[in-house]
């Protein structure tokens, strides 16, 4: 038996791209247009809409005049690629679709084709969101309708308070940097942090206050790890 993990090649490199204040083009104001722009708002990223008003859906128009996007009235054109980190289309003209997809990879910036997976430097996928939590399930473009399925089913075995926690233990994490601001001291901060979240409960997290953080912290030098109550 090998003691290192088989590789299974085929899959996707799934990662959490950090696209906060990044331009993100998107082709197309239609229904796909419409979720994809708020995948690309729940990350933070400056998103611009290129396409025909005539086009437009109705989520996408609202879009346009609460300004969380920036608009282009007319069909693409190659110059909106200029300042483009990613682009997005999403469009019912293939011929233009692969045109988008060229000029891309002309300037080599990453894209998505809706509709068309060899035309994607990386697929979308149906994402679970509770606050800082995001899970999201590929099924590498094997069926994308199951994997909506399987991120539901995914999402009903979460307890509720899930998010709140992982919210909670941010906010610890970052107080224990301050405790122990040191390079030397990461693996017994690792350590510690490790201990805490195996050892309370997720309810316990939920009700952590700022005062029940800065109490439990003050057990990090010893390296011990109260409870709740015990902290309280
Ligand atoms: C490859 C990929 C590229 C990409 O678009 O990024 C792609 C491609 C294609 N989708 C098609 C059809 C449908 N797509 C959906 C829905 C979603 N599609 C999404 C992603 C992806 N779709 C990427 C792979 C993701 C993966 O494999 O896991 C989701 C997860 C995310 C999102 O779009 O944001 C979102 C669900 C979100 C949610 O509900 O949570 C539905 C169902 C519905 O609309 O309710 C249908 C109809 C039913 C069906 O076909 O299953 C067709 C046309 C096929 C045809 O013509 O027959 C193609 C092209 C092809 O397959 O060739
Ligand atoms: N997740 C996926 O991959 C899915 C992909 N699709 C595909 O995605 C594409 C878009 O679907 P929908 O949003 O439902 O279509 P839609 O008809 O609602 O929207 C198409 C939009 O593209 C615009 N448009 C057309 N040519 C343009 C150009 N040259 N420049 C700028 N805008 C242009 C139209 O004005 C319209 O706003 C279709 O090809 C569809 O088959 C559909 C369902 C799921």
Redesign the pocket.
Same mark, same amino acid.
């Given at each position: 038996m090998a003691k290192y993990p088989e590789i299974q090649g085929g899959g996707s490199l799934i990662l959490a791209w950090q696209a906060r204040g990044k331009h993100i083009l998107m082709v197309g104001g239609g229904e796909?247009a419409a979720?994809?722009i708020v995948?690309a708002l729940n990350a933070d990223a400056n998103v611009t809409v290129v396409c025909p008003r005539s086009g437009l859906n109705d989520e996408v128009s609202f879009r346009i005049s609460r300004n969380q996007v920036t608009y282009i009235d007319r069909t693409f054109e190659p110059r909106d690629l200029d300042g483009a980190d990613m682009v997005l289309c999403a469009i019912d003209d293939p011929a233009a679709s692969t045109r988008v997809w060229q000029l891309c990879k002309e300037r080599r910036i990453p894209a998505?084709i809706?509709?068309?997976?060899s035309e994607?430097d990386f697929?979308?996928?149906?994402?679970h969101r509770d606050g800082p939590l995001q899970i999201m399930? $590929?099924?590498?473009?094997?069926?994308?309708?199951?994997? $909506?399925l399987v991120?539901k089913k995914i999402a009903e075995t979460l307890p509720s308070n899930m998010g709140a926690a992982i919210q909670n233990v941010g906010v610890l994490r970052k107080k224990l940097r301050e405790v122990a601001p040191h390079a030397e001291e990461g693996p017994k901060r690792m350590k510690w942090m490790s201990g805490v979240c195996e050892s309370w409960s997720l309810e316990d997290l939920v009700q952590m206050s700022e005062q029940d953080m800065d109490g439990l912290l003050t057990h990090y030098k010893a390296g011990d790890i109260p409870t709740l109550e015990q902290v309280r």
């Open positions: 796909v979720g994809r995948h998505n809706a509709d068309v997976p994607c697929y979308f996928g149906s994402v399930v $590929s099924t590498n473009g094997n069926g994308p309708k199951l994997a $909506s991120r």
